[in-house]
């Protein structure tokens, strides 16, 4: 239908252009009118292109790092033995949260050679200060280091993880659990230091270790600090049966005559 004249009810068969696009006069009253869409208005004028603005570029990889997170430059391929390590240790001691938080495949060979390396350091440093405050027993185990780290590496996380399950915290399992432990030797390096440096490694390793299976496995650290000491617990436990027990046998025995037979 063609357009009528608001104005005056004229209809516009050929309505002539306005001052504006898309209007038109009416030819009897001289009233400029809009022009609705319709064909007699024609297809609609074509603006300029809309200017769609660039992506904005990304940011440098080291803000990318510093806001993910940075893992253990142990597992980072290309990095020199010595300069990975280093870093490493400092990495673990002083941000531990932001050390375990950061992704990472839960393998196991670059947490073990790095505990066992600086597992071995600290066992080795604390039987030589033994060794040098007379308990000659004490050099052996500098040789046995290797082997004990070795088992200790994998022995303590079952049970810790075992603990975590109980407090519900060992949410990803025991691979999760191995990498913090093993990495959590770093305080090692403070055995080097004699006297205090063992009891200053030690609990900076138990912070260390409370504050990475935390990260680890996305839970509070009470969860994992309960979890430990329950099993310091647990351990004590079963020492104190066994000494029990070891007590008792030689305690029979001493009662026993001679012959083999029971006093009564």
Not at 100 to 125: D, H, K, V, Y
Not at 162 to 176: I, S
Not at 200 to 227: I, Y
Request: hydrophobic share 50%; with cysteine; aromatic share 10%.
């Amino acid at each position: 239908m063609a357009p009528l004249c608001p104005y005056c009810g004229t209809e516009a068969q050929d309505p002539p252009g306005g001052s504006l696009p898309h209007t038109w006069r009416c030819p009897n009253c001289g009233q400029e009118v809009d022009l609705p869409q319709s064909p007699l208005s024609g297809p609609p004028e074509a603006g300029p292109p809309l200017e769609v603005p660039p992506p904005p570029p990304p940011p440098p990889a080291g803000d990318q790092a510093a806001a993910a997170g940075s893992g253990p430059a142990w597992e980072e391929e290309g990095v020199p033995l010595l300069s990975g390590l280093w870093r490493t240790v400092w990495q673990v001691l002083l941000h531990p949260v932001r050390t375990f938080q950061a992704p990472a495949r839960l393998e196991m060979g670059p947490p073990f050679s790095f505990g066992l390396i600086l597992g071995t350091l600290g066992a080795a440093a604390q039987a030589f200060w033994s060794h040098l405050q007379g308990d000659d027993s004490a050099l052996w185990l500098i040789f046995l280091a290797p082997l004990v780290t070795g088992i200790s590496l994998f022995l303590n996380p079952a049970l810790v993880q075992m603990f975590l399950r109980l407090v519900g915290g060992g949410r990803r399992g025991y691979k999760a659990t191995f990498r913090v432990m093993a990495y959590a030797n770093a305080g090692g390096i403070f055995y080097l230091v004699p006297k205090v440096g063992i009891a200053v490694g030690a609990v900076w390793s138990l912070v260390v270790t409370v504050a990475g299976l935390a990260a680890t496995h996305g839970v509070s650290r009470w969860r994992p600090f309960w979890a430990l000491v329950l099993m310091v617990f647990a351990v004590a436990v079963v020492v104190f049966l066994f000494a029990m027990a070891l007590v008792g046998i030689g305690a029979v025995q001493a009662l026993s005559p001679k012959d083999g037979g029971l006093p009564f």
